[in-house]
């Protein structure tokens, strides 16, 4: 008799929730999101926390300008420049990069963690030479950065060819990234045609690290972070 109410319950569960269902906390913006998905299975993610590797950087979603995360490192792969990423995503990139090279794709990263001055800067050089409005479409304000969280990497083909390009998409390194990076936890966080949704143009070589479990069911959607975790409304 207890196994058909499990079962009864399992059904009604299933029949009421889908992937997308978002039940947001009862505070202000989410600080933890529980989807229900596959019917029973729940996951808590936190999209706000400083130092969540799901933590929600955008336009409207701000870091405070003092925010350094605290497991900066040297990564011990092929960079083209001294940088720092989050120990948080090392093992999973460095098997990214391994199996990358198994395949004959040599990848490099080429930006990592950016600390909110240096943003402050580069946001401030690209406004003066291409205006504010254009610098918006591809360069964040301070605070407003990915690359602040430790957990966003630009990509690059070892050869350099097509680097921080639209172009990169059609190289081999990018279009193996577009089709595996997932499996290592990291997305492609502003994709083509999503500019509306994302506030960035396109770019084939910004990857950010959300962890396997998330990186699977983002890319499995087809969905950008903001409209899989409905962070605009
Ligand atoms: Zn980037």
């Not at 979603?61 to 948080?88: A, F, N």
Request: contains cysteine; aromatic residues 12%.
């Amino acid at each position: 008799m207890k196994k058909y109410f499990i079962f009864a319950l399992i059904l009604i569960l299933s029949a009421c929730s889908t992937k997308q269902d978002v039940v947001k906390s009862a505070s202000v913006y989410p600080v933890e999101v529980n989807k229900m998905a596959e019917g029973i299975e729940i996951d808590i993610v936190d999209l706000e926390s400083l130092d969540s590797i799901n933590i929600v950087v955008n336009k409207t979603h701000d870091l405070p300008s003092d925010y350094e995360p605290e497991d900066l490192i040297l990564p011990e792969v092929s960079t083209t420049k001294k940088l720092y990423i989050r120990e948080v995503i090392h093992e999973d990139l460095k098997e990214m990069f391994n199996d990358a090279e198994e395949a004959g794709i040599l990848l490099s990263i080429t930006s990592g963690y950016r600390s909110y001055s240096y943003q402050k800067t580069l946001f401030n050089n690209y406004a003066a030479r291409d205006g504010i409005e254009a610098a918006s479409r591809y360069s964040a304000r301070p605070g407003q950065s990915e690359h602040q969280t430790g957990l966003a990497l630009d990509l690059a083909s070892q050869s350099g060819k097509c680097t921080l390009s639209t172009c990169f998409k059609d190289t081999d390194e990018g279009k193996w990234l577009n089709a595996n990076a997932w499996k290592y936890g990291f997305i492609l966080r502003y994709p083509e045609g999503k500019e509306e949704i994302t506030g960035y143009m396109f770019e084939p070589w910004h990857f950010r690290y959300v962890g396997k479990n998330e990186a699977q069911k983002i890319q499995d959607s087809g969905l950008t972070i903001e409209e899989y975790y409905d962070t605009e409304k």
